[in-house]
């Protein structure tokens, strides 16, 4: 069992949602009673990397953000780093790919609130920041869970774009399913399967936490 | 005092203008799509509005003209909605405190809780609590604002009748602690005269009339305003002014064509100086001004009736009749059992009824978009169109001259009365003429350019006056052109009658609703060109040589469409040389005698 990795690929995963979630938050707050060509835009891309392959993806961050390009010249001349085949590379690339799972559920959530209930809110003399806080947050969490759970199993399956990207460097880069790829690659079939049964368990055990917690919100949501 | 002014082309189409005191309820009546909700959520600040104003008491909400927009949220609003919009996620005592002002404490709520019977309830969520029990708690979260204003959106259509009949108690009970302007939006007529001190009836997103619910629906201001409070018996016809021809009445008579055409029955009303002559109308008639009677007691609106319906239902019976008058009209009233035993009213019984003329109450006809349609299509029709140009007056007073031809900017009045009609589509003109006969001739063979085809006729015995003159051009124009759509009589000296005048007035022929003919009135004095329809034309042709045009008018006045404008191109003609003065002044163009 390589821990460094499984540690790396937990903190990877926990970081990528601790600022996507936010963001999706506040985007789906900002576009959902919005109706401009802007948001179909905005939803459109947002949704791109949803079914774009992962490798056509990791094909442009190398561009991007390898030394050459634009990015990556622009990054170098201001830190004397590299972002492809660092942590930091790698986080960008999880951020990326990870957009339409945080977006897409809370931006559902926060469409299913009933816009009498936002105007009732308004005339109840809360302002845009209480509405928020105090009404669409807690009527939109069960979106958020969700999309906080996509989030993280999806960071800590992903493969293409983190090998592209990031490459296989041991404590830096070499997440749970790098490992687990790298040890098949050796033939350690035994430390694969350890390596991949912990991530099966993980995340079962993660969808199931999600669904319960859904099944309360909607006890609770049963009215509307 | 709450002052509203919503103008708004769009999306949503709003023009309305509203007022509700404090302490009053003021319901906006409509059916959907009249932009009620819509009125609601601009006075709640839910919905911003292009133009208008929204001032409570001192305070401005909304001033387009200013830049003022207060929003939602620091309005004093208290809203109830249709569908409670209570928070699924918070207990009732929650959903309550969440709408107290910063500085109110939690007693405040406790006290409305207790007041509303709600306290067993309070740590309930709205999913466990039933459907009354969600609007008291909403009704209850209104108030915990302490509101300057209380909307109420269709607040008790969601919940069964005797739930909501408490919460019409529950509301008139919170009334009476909190005097503050209350607008309640709803489409049900019965709720909205129960509870409400004014109704301001809407649709398709303007405010047509305000007044307490009796006003409105024993007076709607128009047909549309009669057909949303739920009138029955609603019948068209048109106003006149000054009494029935031969009755007098009192106190400022007026009379009304109920029906169209050769059909109407003229009945007497009260004019209460509110509509022009000859007015499109509708009109309803409250049932305590409605009298059944066996005998014929020679009273003004008395008109003879045949029971067809009795329905009886205890004490009430619902009677109805059609009038023995051509277009068969139906009418029905309640009366009591007991009446209609005593005056033996059956099944096709032979009563008559009278309409007490002070209970008759007209209102100008609306024009909805369908009729406006309907217009435009008539108005777009394309009729054959004939003219009689009557030019034989021998411009006795301007020193004996053909006034057809004076020059105005070095053209004729002939040639431009030709070119307008030509402008207008028109093919064929009967000249009639008089002395001048040869230089009139001359100049028409003069005009080389694409103008109507003009037939010459003169008429030698010109002391018989115009109407002879007319006779003849009509006469002459069967021979030509024997089935025109409509026949227009113009005169040759009328200076400043030009193509869109014509227009105007063929535009009306049209679209008009009654009669056979046309003529223009400014002011009290009739003017011209009169145009009449082909079928009025074959019929005064068949009749003997000395039916005058002027004379069938006079005697089918029911025919006779007086289009009353304000437009004086109808009345100018020229007889004098003052005439002449006034039109170059009027004009700036100079006139050169022939």
Same mark, same amino acid.
């Given at each position: ?27 789906a ?18 949704t791109?990397?949803l ?31 590299s ?19 945080a ?6 959530a926060?469409?299913?609130i ?13 302002n ?11 009527l ?10 996509m989030?993280?199993?999806?960071t ?36 694969a ?11 079962f ?11 309360k ?8 | 005092m ?20 404090v ?42 003209a ?24 918070l ?10 002002p ?8 406790y ?49 069964d ?7 019409y ?16 939006v ?12 004014r ?55 007026g ?25 499109e109308?509708?009109w ?15 009273? %003004? ?9 009795? &329905? $009886? *239902?205890?004490?009430?019976?619902? +009677? !109805?009749? @059609? ?16 009446l ?20 008759i ?23 054959n169109?004939?003219v ?8 006795a ?9 004076l020059r ?26 008089g002395?001048?006969? %040869?230089?009139?001739?001359?100049e028409?063979?003069a005009?080389s &350019? $694409? *103008?109507?085809?003009?037939?010459? +006729? !003169?008429? @030698? ?5 115009q ?5 003849m ?22 200076p400043?009658?030009?193509?869109a ?20 009135q ?11 329809s ?5 019929e ?21 469409d ?25 004009t700036? *163009? ?5």
């Amino acid at each position: 069992m390589d821990w460094q990795a499984f540690r790396l690929s937990l903190f990877l995963a926990c970081l990528t949602a601790i600022i996507l979630i936010p963001m999706g938050i506040l985007l789906a707050h900002y576009l959902v009673r919005r109706s401009s060509w802007l948001k179909q835009f905005l939803e459109a891309s947002l949704t791109l990397p949803l079914v774009l392959p992962p490798t056509v993806l990791g094909y442009y961050l190398l561009v991007g953000f390898g030394n050459t390009g634009f990015l990556g010249s622009w990054f170098y001349e201001l830190t004397g780093n590299s972002i492809v085949f660092s942590f930091f590379g790698i986080l960008i690339a999880s951020l990326i790919v990870n957009i339409p799972f945080a977006f897409i559920p809370i931006q559902r959530a926060f469409e299913a609130i009933p816009i009498e209930l936002r105007d009732a809110a308004a005339t109840c003399g809360l302002n845009p920041l209480k509405r928020l806080w105090k009404i669409e947050l807690p009527l939109a969490w069960k979106g958020i869970c969700s999309a906080t759970v996509m989030t993280i199993a999806h960071t800590i399956g992903e493969f293409g774009v983190v090998l592209m990207v990031g490459g296989n460097i041991p404590g830096q880069t070499r997440t749970l399913s790098i490992a687990i790829y790298d040890r098949v690659q050796a033939l350690d079939m035994d430390g694969a399967g350890v390596m991949s049964f912990c991530l099966l368990l993980f995340s079962f055990v993660t969808l199931l936490l999600s669904q319960i917690l859904n099944r309360k919100s909607v006890v609770r949501g049963a009215a509307h | 005092m709450l002052k509203a002014e919503l103008i708004q082309a769009g999306p949503i189409y709003l023009d309305m203008h509203f007022e509700c005191q404090v302490g009053e309820l003021l319901a906006l009546v409509g059916p959907s799509g009249s932009g009620k909700t819509s009125a609601l959520r601009a006075l709640a600040g839910l919905l911003p509005v292009t133009q208008g104003v929204i001032e409570l008491d001192q305070t401005v909400w909304f001033d387009s003209a200013k830049n003022i927009f207060v929003p939602a949220h620091d309005r004093l609003v208290g809203m109830v909605f249709q569908n409670y919009a209570l928070f699924p996620h918070l207990t009732a005592l929650q959903n309550i405190c969440l709408a107290l002002p910063d500085k109110v404490g939690q007693e405040y709520a406790y006290n409305l809780m207790e007041d509303m019977q709600l306290v067993d309830l309070q740590n309930r969520y709205p999913s466990e609590l039933s459907g009354g029990q969600r609007q008291r708690v909403a009704l209850a979260r209104a108030f915990a604002r302490q509101p300057k204003l209380l909307l109420l959106d269709e607040a008790f259509s969601a919940v069964d009748y005797p739930t909501r009949k408490t919460l019409y108690e529950e509301l008139i009970k919170l009334r009476e602690r909190i005097a503050i302007p209350i607008v309640m939006v709803t489409h049900d007529l019965r709720e909205a005269r129960l509870l409400s001190d004014r109704m301001c009836i809407l649709d398709q997103g303007q405010s047509l009339q305000q007044a307490p619910a009796e006003l409105i629906v024993s007076s709607p201001r128009n047909a549309r305003v009669a057909e949303l409070v739920g009138l029955n018996d609603i019948y068209s016809g048109t106003f006149f002014q000054g009494p029935i021809p031969g009755q007098k009445s009192d106190p400022k008579p007026g009379r009304l064509l109920w029906g169209q055409g050769v059909d109407a029955h003229p009945l007497e009303i009260i004019d209460k100086g509110r509509l022009p002559n000859q007015t499109e109308v509708k009109w309803v008639i409250a049932g305590e001004h409605i009298e059944l009677m066996r005998e014929d007691r020679g009273l %003004a609106n008395t008109i003879a009736a045949r029971i067809s319906k009795i &329905r $009886q *239902l205890g004490d009430i019976a619902t +009677v !109805q009749f @059609i009038f023995s008058i051509a277009h068969r009209p139906r009418m029905q009233i309640d009366l009591s059992t007991r009446l209609v035993n005593d005056l033996e009213f059956q099944l096709h019984s032979d009563i008559y009824v009278r309409l007490d003329p002070r209970g008759i109450h007209i209102m100008p006809v609306y024009t909805n978009p369908m009729q406006k349609q309907a217009e435009k299509l008539r108005r777009e029709k394309s009729l054959n169109m004939a003219v009689v140009l009557l030019v034989a007056g021998e411009g006795a007073r301007l020193g004996n001259i053909p006034k057809v031809l004076l020059r105005v900017s070095g053209k004729t009045l002939l040639e431009r009365h030709l070119e307008s009609m030509s402008a207008l589509g028109i093919q064929t003109c009967v000249v009639v003429t008089g002395a001048y006969q %040869a230089v009139i001739t001359q100049e028409i063979q003069a005009l080389s &350019r $694409q *103008l109507p085809k003009v037939y010459l +006729v !003169q008429n @030698i015995d010109s002391k018989k006056g115009q109407a002879s003159s007319v006779r003849m051009g009509l006469e002459h124009l069967s021979l030509i052109v024997p089935e025109p759509d409509l026949v227009i009589m113009m005169l040759g000296d009328q200076p400043l009658l030009d193509v869109a005048d014509l227009r105007q007035l063929v535009e009306r022929f049209k679209v008009r609703t009654h009669g056979q003919f046309v003529f223009p009135q400014v002011a009290d004095k009739r003017g011209n060109p009169v145009i009449m329809s082909g079928q009025v034309f074959r019929e005064i042709l068949l009749q003997s040589p000395e039916q005058t045009v002027r004379g069938y008018m006079d005697s089918h006045p029911e025919e006779v469409d007086i289009w009353q404008t304000h437009n004086e191109h109808f009345i100018f003609d020229m007889d004098t040389p003052e005439d002449l003065i006034m039109f170059q002044k009027k004009t700036g *163009l100079v006139i050169e005698l022939p």
